[in-house]
Structures are given as structure tokens and as C-alpha cells.
Nanobody
């Protein structure tokens, strides 16, 4: 599975961005799909996951502001980011794995496939 993330950019605080992650090589309808982010000098952290039943999960820091969705026909996962804050500035990565269990959703080591990352910069 190859993942290609896009949609990052520069936005002012309070603004919105929509990230996309297109998968190729294999249909990912039976995969869990996640978004992680890594800010400079910090460890990679989970943002949101959508399981193969399309149930979403969110990190506390983004609840109520971000929305994850998937379109299995397009083999794509999306992350709608609203009310962005400067603390959201990071490189955002999409990830996929077929063997996820609930306890591993937010563990980056549980994912076999990763996209290349897209930079989101939120100015104050």
C-alpha cells in the first residue's frame, strides 16, 4: 500500500484546512486509517483514526475541531481541520494498517504503511 498525503499549507489561526490521503496498490476498505502529526522537536503524536467500520476516534487536543472521514470508493481518507490553532502546526502523516485493534489505534508502531507527510503551518 502506498499513501500520498496532500492538502497542507499556511493558514491563520481560526482557519480551516482539509487534508487528503490517497491510497494505491491495494484497496484499503478493510484497513484502519490514521492521521498523526509531528511538530519540530517533538515526538509523533496521534491525531485521529477511523477504523474499517468508519468509526472515528480523536485525540483530546483536536476533539470538536477536526473531523476524519473515509471514502472507500476513492481509497481515500480525509481530515477536515477547523478552528486551527498555532499549536496544530506540524507535519501531518497518514497511516494504514489492516491488523489494528482498539488498543493500538493511537500507537504509531502499530501501522505498517505511512505517507510522506504534509506540512500544516498555523500563524497567530
Amino acid at each position: 500500500v502506498q499513501l500520498q498525503a496532500s492538502g497542507g499549507g499556511l493558514v491563520q489561526a481560526g482557519g480551516s484546512l482539509r487534508l487528503s490521503c490517497a491510497a494505491s496498490g491495494r484497496a484499503v476498505r478493510r484497513y484502519g486509517l490514521g492521521w498523526f502529526r509531528q511538530a519540530p522537536g517533538k515526538e509523533r503524536e496521534p491525531v485521529s483514526v477511523i477504523n474499517r467500520d468508519s468509526r472515528p476516534f480523536y485525540a483530546d487536543s483536536v476533539k470538536g475541531r477536526f473531523t476524519i472521514s473515509r471514502d472507500n470508493a476513492r481509497n481515500t481518507v480525509y481530515l477536515q481541520m477547523d478552528s486551527l490553532k498555532p499549536d496544530d502546526t506540524a507535519v501531518y502523516y497518514c497511516a494504514a494498517d489492516r491488523q489494528l485493534i482498539v488498543s493500538s489505534y493511537f500507537n504509531p508502531e502499530a501501522y505498517h504503511y505511512w505517507g510522506q507527510g504534509t506540512l500544516v503551518t498555523v500563524s497567530s
